[in-house]
């Protein structure tokens, strides 16, 4: 257990629809990452949070939005869901910014658009 | 472009036996390079971690060496476990932000 929490542990939604995940980080950590892994694929980098802000972006769609809360728990918002949006994805958190810094990953939501 | 490239992209090998994972980079600013083994539907769990100046880097049967001027890396798993079977992924950090994963090598030990 990387003591990074998840929810929902799977979700099934249809097409054109919204939804919010939801990750906790390990107690400590300031630093939130989210991750994207379809089927066969390997993980995408979406976006970085630390305390708060913005950190970095990677391969994010407009269409996915993300926040970090003052306690630190996060979530991220997938809109105008496509049949390609079908993947999991991964939260992580680490205790700082620094790529030094170790991440530990959470078990992942499961996500399929029907 | 930066780019992370694994090989091979799956392997089969014998409970006992060493294998060799292959990952090359082209990526600038290099910062670091990290594998990860990732069970079925969990996520990745770090296992090493070196920066430029580091050349190999051990975590129990698992050995990892970079080779920064010809810009790869190898994962070599000593005595292998049935619990060895999963996904390994190499990461490159880029600068201080970005990361930049290959798709993995999976691996199956079998009895």
């Known amino acids: 257990d990387s003591g990074v929490t998840q929810t929902p542990k799977h979700l099934i939604t249809a097409t054109g629809q919204r939804v919010t995940l939801r990750c906790s980080p390990r107690s400590g950590d300031l630093s939130v990452y989210w991750y994207q892994q379809s089927l066969d694929q390997g993980l995408q980098f979406l976006i970085q949070y630390y305390n708060g802000e913005e950190r970095a972006k990677g391969n994010i769609l407009e269409r996915f939005s993300a926040q970090q809360f003052p306690d630190l728990h996060s979530e991220l918002n997938l809109s105008s869901l496509e049949l390609g949006d079908s993947a999991l994805y991964f939260c992580?958190?680490?205790?700082?910014?620094?790529?030094?810094?170790?991440?530990?990953f959470g078990p992942g939501t499961r996500l399929t658009v029907l | 472009k930066n780019q992370v490239e694994q090989s091979p992209q799956s392997l089969i090998i014998l409970e006992g036996k060493n294998c060799t994972l292959q990952c090359n980079y082209t990526v600038s600013p290099f910062s670091n390079l990290r594998w990860y083994k990732q069970d079925t539907g969990r996520g990745p769990v770090s296992l090493t971690i070196?920066?430029?100046?580091?050349n190999t880097k051990s975590n129990g049967r698992y050995t990892a060496t970079l080779d920064a001027d010809t810009k790869q890396s190898s994962l070599h798993i000593t005595a292998s476990q049935l619990s060895d079977s999963a996904s390994y992924i190499c990461v490159v950090s880029v600068g201080t932000y970005k990361y930049i994963f290959g798709t993995g090598t999976r691996l199956k030990v079998l009895a």
């Open positions: 070196m920066t430029f100046s580091e």
């Open positions: 992580a958190s680490s205790v700082g910014t620094s790529g030094y810094n170790e991440q530990f």
